[in-house]
């Protein structure tokens, strides 16, 4: 079964530091990764995504993402947060077509002034 | 989200009525799926659609029951409310040609 773990429950930075979500995953194939992001009270808007080739892949909003099979990770980087990231982030691993995601528990991100 | 709605986007309702929410889209994506959100616990998946009439359980279908008899419309029925059916619903599509979803607005469904 696939299953997703985000260790981090809540973090904090500091606006224009540096930012690294964690997500592992577990997935019998090659995965289809994904990292969303939510704003309150709205759905889920996707950020990223990868499904092979170059393991660094580039997103919206300044994201970034890296995908090291060893570690079976996907962690989310963004060199300098602005504080309309605060958001919650989730992480996703899914398959081929028909593609049913699973998620991980998710990341509230709380920016400091 | 463009071309995926859901409705009502709030409801509150009684233990033991039944409850039904609606999502269309206008994407004519062949996938459709019904998540819960709850604290902790990310999205998880109660059902899904892969075509007209094609549905099938997910990981918390106990409860809920779902019917899509047009591309468009992908309805999730709550047979009877439960406390712990408390929760926001997202509604979701995808297509083999774009994988990754695009997500509703969600309805936050509340059970008194």
């Known amino acids: 079964a696939q299953s997703v773990t985000q260790p981090d429950i809540h973090i904090t930075v500091s606006e224009g530091a540096s930012l690294e979500l964690r997500c592992n995953y577990s997935?019998?194939?090659?995965?289809?990764l994904f990292w969303y992001v939510q704003s309150p009270g709205q759905g889920l808007q996707l950020l990223l995504k990868?499904?092979?080739?170059?393991?660094l892949v580039q997103g919206i909003k300044g994201f970034e993402a890296e995908f090291k099979r060893s570690q079976s990770s996907f962690n989310l980087r963004k060199p300098s947060v602005h504080w309309s990231d605060a958001a919650e982030y989730f992480c996703?691993?899914?398959?081929?077509?028909?593609?049913?995601?699973?998620f991980g528990g998710g990341t509230r991100l709380m920016v400091k002034p | 989200d463009a071309g995926i709605t859901q409705s009502p986007r709030h409801k509150v309702t009684e233990t033991g009525t039944p409850v039904t929410l609606r999502c269309h889209q206008t994407?004519?994506?062949?996938?459709m799926y019904w998540y819960r959100q709850d604290p902790g616990h990310g999205l998880r998946l109660i059902h899904y659609s892969y075509g007209v009439k094609d549905t099938d359980k997910g990981e918390v279908s106990d409860g809920y029951s779902v019917s899509r008899s047009k591309t468009e419309d992908f309805l999730l029925t709550l047979e009877s409310a439960t406390s712990s059916q408390t929760s926001v619903y997202f509604c979701?599509?995808?297509?083999?040609?774009?994988?990754?979803?695009?997500f509703g607005s969600g309805t936050r469904l509340t059970v008194v």
């Open positions: 996703a691993v899914g398959g081929n077509a028909g593609n049913m995601l699973t």
């Open positions: 990868y499904f092979s080739g170059d393991t």
């Open positions: 997935y019998g194939a090659t995965p289809y």
């Open positions: 979701a599509i995808s297509n083999e040609l774009n994988y990754g979803y695009t």
């Open positions: 994407e004519n994506h062949r996938y």
